[in-house]
Structure formats: C-alpha cells, structure tokens
C-alpha cells in the first residue's frame, strides 16, 4: 500500500464499545487509530487505548493529541512505556500545546518552549535516560526495548519548526495541495538544520479533513462553522488559511463562511483535504502520493462541536469496501 491511513476515533461510546470499533479499524485495513485525548468526556484515552491494545493485533495506537499541561511529561512518558510493554512496537505518542482539553480545564495553551521541553524529555525518559522539566531532572525506570516515538501536531510555521528540532515526527495539519506541502516541509526542515538534525530526518504524517459522501453536501464543509465565533475553516487553527494561501486561495481569517461560493468552497474542498465519494477519496491520496510524496495520512473526520464525539462509522465503511482496497491495488 502507497499510503498508510490511519483514522481518527473519538471517545463517544463506553470504553468497550469503543475497543470494539478500534478492531473493527484493524478489520478493515487501517494502518493506525488516534483517540482524542478529553478528560471531559468523562472517559481516559490511555484506558481506552488499553483496551484497544488488548483487543488488537497489528494496528498502530495513539492519542490525538495529549498536551504537556493537563498531564506532567513523566506521567505522559510512564503512560505511552506502559502501553509499549501491551502492544510493542505499535504505540506512539503525540503532543500538541492543546486546544479543547486546556480550554476546558481553564488553562492556555502551551507555549512552544514548553512544548519543546516536555517533547525533548519525553523522547529521553522513553529511551532510558534523565529528562529535565522546568528545571529538575527526572527519571523513570523499566523504559521498554520498543520505545514510542514522539511526534508534535502542527499547524503553523513554528510548531513545523519545532516538530523538526526536537521530535520524532509530525503529524501536520497543511492540506494536501503540493504548494502547500512543500512551504510547509520547508519549516521542519529549518527546524531539522537550527537543531543540526540530517534534513529529512522527521517522519511525517497528514491530516486530512474528510467528508466521505456525495460531492454537493462534502464541499458545503467549508461554507460552516465548527462553532459560534469559529469557522470550520479555522478548527482547529486559524493557521490552515495559511497553507490555502500557499495554495492560491486567499481567505480572511474573519470570513463567514456562508459568504464563499459553492465554486471557491470546491476549490478549498480540493486542497484541504478529502471532500467526495469514497472513489474520488481513493484516487486524490494516489495523486497525493505521486505530487508530493504523501505516504502516510491521518483521516480527520468533518464535524462541528456538536458531532465531535460521533463515530466515524461512514469512513470506515467508505475505507474497508473502497478506499483501501483502491489504494493498495
């Protein structure tokens, strides 16, 4: 298979539903599954991607995205060795300065430096060594022979950047047009070249924004808001219209989305992720692969606040009966 899919599954069901549907992903072929990492759902995305490890014999596991402010580094580095000693070899970690579990904890964002701090010492304590946090040095035992990797989500430049300094690898947020893949490869190899790390050096992975059905309701996606006060365009960074910009379509940050035309609401459709029937789906990621090299994505499934938590029920069908098998043939 040219690319490797994973998907994103969100704590919406009891934990051993949701296990249950993680291996029904494994079924059907997806090569990982991201949890959602929000304490007020009520429910723990490393219990759940407990149970998804014991219900599972292949697929890659991981939260979509924990951050370094509502849980310590050593309490993320402790969690991700855990889960490496159920399911070697298939478990990574993923971090991000946070967006709805901060918000609801009443905190801001984590700041870059932050980030990078807890990323470099998650990466040293996973390998068996001391990590430095806000100044004290940690350490942790029992690190296992199949250490996790660490990869920042990214969406602008400098979060690009610092996925390229200090992290295994990336999983970004930039669309899938070539122009807008190639200025943002274009950060984390600055970052790679300011840490002295070889060019090239950070794995990557894709988000892409899906809507598995018919053309004309897909590409209405970008003509809604994910909430008030928040395009759908800006969820979950206004950084995204600047990889549409890079693309050749200019978007003000304070658009309403009402106000784009069904033609410029195509075109966003086509360069920001997967917006059609599951055929066109299957043939963009080849073209993405062929332009650009795209050869690992994280399915991100459309959705406003109020169907945040539904499972992706569409898309795994779509994936199992057409996507993958296109794709691997």
């Keep these: 298979m040219p690319v490797n899919v994973d998907i994103r599954v969100p704590v919406g069901r009891p934990l ?29 995305v490393f219990a759940a991607l407990t149970l998804a490890a014991a219900a599972t014999e292949r697929i ?19 969690n991700a060795n855990s889960l490496a000693e159920i399911a070697p070899g298939r478990i990574m970690l993923t971090l991000a300065p946070g967006f709805l579990s901060v918000e609801k904890a009443g905190k801001p964002q984590a700041r870059r430096a932050q980030l990078g ?29 199949t250490p996790p990797k660490v990869f920042i989500l990214a969406a602008g430049p ?17 669309g899938l047009a070539p122009e807008s893949i190639a ?5 984390v190899r600055a970052g790679e070249r300011r840490a002295g ?23 209405e996606w970008p003509r809604r808001w994910f909430r008030p006060g928040k395009q759908f365009l800006t969820y979950p960074s206004v950084a995204n219209l600047r990889w549409l910009a890079a693309a050749g379509i200019d978007i003000p940050a304070d658009h309403d989305p009402a106000s784009l035309s069904p033609e410029l609401a ?31 994505v994280f399915f991100f499934p459309s959705h406003t606040a109020e169907s945040a938590y539904d499972a992706p029920y569409a898309e795994l069908e779509a994936f199992r009966t057409v996507i993958g098998p296109r794709v691997s043939a």
């Design 197 to 219: 790390r070889t060019e090239g050096a950070t794995e990557e992975i894709f988000i892409v924004p899906t809507a598995i059905e018919p053309f004309e309701t897909a590409r």
């Design 266 to 296: 195509s075109r966003v459709s086509e360069a920001f992720g997967l917006f059609g029937p599951a055929e066109y789906a299957a043939d963009r990621l080849i073209q993405a692969h062929e332009e650009s090299g795209v050869d690992h």
């Design 60 to 78: 890659t596991l991981f939260p979509a995205t924990s951050n370094p402010l509502t849980r310590h580094p050593l309490v993320l580095a402790a």
């Design 183 to 187: 200025a943002a490869r274009s950060h």
């Design 16 to 44: 051993p539903e949701l296990a249950a549907f993680i291996r029904s992903c494994e079924d059907a072929g997806f090569h990982g599954v991201g949890i959602n990492d929000h304490h007020h759902s009520g429910r723990d």
């Design 158 to 174: 400098r979060m690009l950047e610092l996925a390229g300094e200090v992290a295994d690898g990336v999983i970004m947020l930039v």
């Design 117 to 145: 701090e807890a990323v470099t010492a998650i990466r040293e304590l996973l390998a068996g060594r001391p990590g430095v946090v806000e100044g004290a040095e940690l350490t942790m035992n029992n690190a296992t022979a």
